[in-house]
């Protein structure tokens, strides 16, 4: 599942930016390329609403690595209604680091410090992304849309 929200987002990118995606999906160096060579990393997820943050997971040290690397790091906000954002992260040595309930550590990126690059209302992505996700945000809103 969260593959596919990972494909979707870069997909949604790719168009926005008249980018061309990589080749090789585990590319250890970037998710696309833009016409005139910028390389782009593309996260989609749902913000750590407690923090106001996106976030990169620490112990996965080659993503990290790369999201820390690259030209553009973008986030696409997985949605809980039918607005998708697009946000970029400008400073990425802006962020700390928290510890969710889990036990996972996680690099937190401000979403305050990030532009919002495009937003556009697309129920049919939303409701593809929200289906996809883990979040219990997430569930717990379309467990509501449904009852109301």
């Not at 987002?9 to 995606?21: H, M, P, S, T, Y």
Request: some cysteine.
């Amino acid at each position: 599942n969260l593959e596919r929200n990972g494909d979707r987002g870069e997909d949604f990118v790719a168009q926005l930016l008249n980018a061309i995606r990589s080749m090789n999906k585990y590319d250890s160096e970037k998710d696309m390329t833009t016409a005139d060579g910028t390389e782009v990393e593309v996260k989609t997820q749902v913000p750590w609403y407690a923090e106001n943050a996106f976030t990169l997971d620490l112990a996965k040290k080659t993503n990290f690595d790369k999201c820390m690397k690259v030209d553009r790091l973008i986030f696409v906000e997985i949605p809980r209604n039918d607005v998708i954002k697009v946000y970029e992260c400008g400073d990425r040595r802006g962020g700390w680091t928290s510890t969710t309930s889990k036990g996972r550590r996680m690099y937190c990126l401000p979403i305050s410090e990030m532009n919002l690059i495009h937003s556009e209302v697309n129920p049919e992505l939303a409701k593809s992304l929200q289906a996809d996700s883990n979040s219990k945000f997430i569930k717990s809103d379309l467990l509501l849309s449904r009852t109301v």
